[in-house]
């Protein structure tokens, strides 16, 4: 088992950042790829960014690439999601998620937080 605990979300104005966190606990960190998702009210989940178990290999959804970086720390257990120039359709409530992959499609992640809430007000 793999806990997975989001914070760092809130409101923020159109145009601004938010940096998301996501601690990992249980089993080894350093395992398992890494993936953010997010689900708008009315909508369906959907893939934001993904890493791979090092760090090295990344990949964006086209809505987020250039504004989004997602990185991790391994020494400290932990996935972030940096979020600039927001805009209100990024509103939404995201998810860290891991699994064996760096993959786009949610079913390939094992594990999965709570979520934190981002709201963009235009």
């Known amino acids: 088992q793999v806990q997975l605990v989001e914070s760092g979300g809130g409101l923020v104005q159109a145009g601004g950042s938010l940096r998301l966190s996501c601690v990992a606990s249980?089993?080894?960190?350093?395992?398992?790829?890494m993936g953010w998702f997010r689900r708008a009210p009315g909508k369906e989940r959907e893939f934001v960014a993904a890493?791979?178990?090092?760090?090295?290999?990344?990949n964006y959804a086209d809505s987020v690439k250039g504004r989004f970086t997602i990185s991790r720390d391994n020494t400290k257990n932990t996935g972030f999601l940096e979020m600039d120039s927001l805009k209100p359709e990024d509103t939404a409530a995201y998810y860290c998620?891991?699994?064996?992959?760096?993959?786009?499609?949610?079913?390939?992640?094992?594990?999965w937080g709570q979520g934190t809430q981002v709201t963009v007000s235009s």
């Open positions: 998620s891991v699994g064996w992959t760096v993959s786009t499609r949610s079913h390939e992640y094992r594990f």
């Open positions: 249980g089993r080894t960190f350093s395992n398992y790829a």
């Open positions: 890493i791979s178990r090092g760090g090295a290999n990344t």
